[in-house]
């Protein structure tokens, strides 16, 4: 059981320490991404941006794990899931800044519907 536990790890981060791709990844990389998504959305442009973004992030994020804490700089495998957390995260960011603007912006004909979400108010 440690041992299928340890190997389900190693596909998610490759340091020694879980506590560093939390700290570089989800914290310093997602809190990137996050703000990346609510600047796309800010400046009204489309969600696929908050994608570009993120695959640049997602190079930014490998570096630093590799230039701090001796990770491999150049592993596709490591690279897709430092980007797909930074995608999540910068998604999240993205739409929670779209519900603000289109309830803010638009309050005669939208209310929100939760942190993620808008709808139609009702007459």
Excluded at 1 to 28: K, Q
Excluded at 85 to 96: C, Q, S
């Amino acid at each position: 059981m440690e041992m299928a536990s340890a190997s389900l790890m190693h596909l998610i981060y490759e340091e020694e320490s879980f506590g560093i791709f939390v700290l570089v990844t989800i914290i310093l990389g997602g809190g990137a991404a996050w703000l990346s998504g609510r600047a796309v959305a800010g400046t009204w442009r489309p969600a696929w941006q908050v994608f570009v973004y993120c695959l640049i992030l997602g190079g930014a994020v490998r570096f630093i794990h590799y230039a701090l804490f001796g990770g491999t700089l150049v592993s596709p495998h490591y690279y897709l899931v430092d980007t797909a957390v930074l995608m999540a995260l910068g998604f999240l960011g993205f739409r929670a800044a779209r519900v603000s603007q289109m309830v803010t912006h638009y309050r005669w004909l939208n209310e929100a519907d939760g942190p993620l979400r808008w709808r139609r108010r009702r007459p």
